[in-house]
Every structure is written in structure tokens, then in C-alpha cells.
């Protein structure tokens, strides 16, 4: 892999097509509630990893979910269906900065900005959280998929059950 620089460097302005389009599925999964289709956005083994700023800045290696393959990412979203009890309520996610830090011939490491806000049914809004993708995306079988998925909150107040994905 090499090394891209902080500018906008050619790497930087040619972010393949399948990542972002990646990034973006991801994004419309979850906030269209179709839970059952975001384990197939990760390849088998992979990593999702929700941590604070402070843990990983410190380099501590606790985690407020941590899931190592597509099965642990499957019993996540039965767990949502069918075991977790909470006030339903939606998610919509915005992304930005994506930077372009690592390529390869079919792998990337990326990092990027996010804001997820949260609707509960009576329509109160509040942005639920703030933070950073640390991701390593990676063809297979043609397809761009996650191999990790680091999400970093920028602060460790989650106000209430992280019930679904971030």
C-alpha cells in the first residue's frame, strides 16, 4: 500500500467509484431500517468496532460493540428484530471529508467524518452521535466490501442504547 498525503493528492481526487458507493449503501441500509442487508456489506472475517475517542486515542481496546465476522454482524440484526427492546426510532446518517489514506491494488484504507441524528416517533430529533469511519474496504468477488469498520464517537455520553448500527 501507499501512502497518500493529507492534500488532495491524485490518489485523493480518484477515490474509486465502489468505495464511495460503498460508504454511501451503508449509510441508506441502516437509515432505511434494511438491517438484514448490512452484514452483506462486510467481507468474512471482518471487524465492526464502535469506540470512543478517548479509548482509542489512548489506545485501550474497549469497545461498546465489537463484532470479528458476518455472523456476529447476523446476530446483531436478530438480536434488533427480535431481542433488544427499545422505543423504535430511525437513524440518518451525513458523511463527509472522505480522505483517501492507503491504496492498494484491491484494498483501501479510508477515513471520514460523521453525523448520525436520531428521529423517535413523535418526531423529536437530536443528533445521536459525531465521530470518525476508520475503514479498510477491499474487493471481493467484485465487490468492494468492509474489512473493518472502526467507528470512533468523539464523545463517550451515548444518551441512550446503541440499538442499531452506527
Not at 483517501?100 to 484494498?107: A, V
Not at 443528533?127 to 472502526?150: I, L, N
Request: aromatic share 8%; proline share 4%.
Amino acid at each position: 500500500m501507499t501512502v497518500a498525503t493529507a492534500d488532495l493528492t491524485r490518489d485523493n481526487l480518484h477515490m474509486p467509484a465502489e468505495v464511495t458507493a460503498l460508504m454511501a449503501e451503508y449509510a441508506h441500509v441502516i437509515d432505511g431500517g434494511r438491517f438484514e442487508e448490512w452484514p452483506d456489506l462486510f467481507a468474512d472475517p471482518c471487524l465492526y468496532r464502535i469506540t470512543t475517542r478517548e479509548n482509542e486515542d489512548r489506545g485501550l481496546p474497549l469497545s461498546l460493540i465489537l463484532c470479528d465476522s458476518q455472523g456476529m454482524l447476523k446476530d446483531r440484526v436478530v438480536s434488533i428484530r427480535t431481542a433488544n427492546v427499545f422505543v423504535p426510532h430511525s437513524y440518518r446518517h451525513m458523511v463527509s471529508c472522505v480522505q483517501l489514506l492507503e491504496t492498494g491494488k484491491d484494498d483501501w484504507k479510508v477515513r471520514s467524518n460523521y453525523l448520525v441524528t436520531r428521529t423517535m416517533p413523535d418526531g423529536t430529533m437530536c443528533v445521536f452521535s459525531t465521530g470518525e469511519y476508520r475503514d479498510h474496504v477491499v474487493m471481493t468477488g467484485g465487490e468492494a466490501k468492509f474489512r473493518e469498520r472502526v467507528v470512533v464517537c468523539d464523545h463517550s455520553m451515548i444518551n441512550n442504547l446503541i440499538a442499531l448500527p452506527l
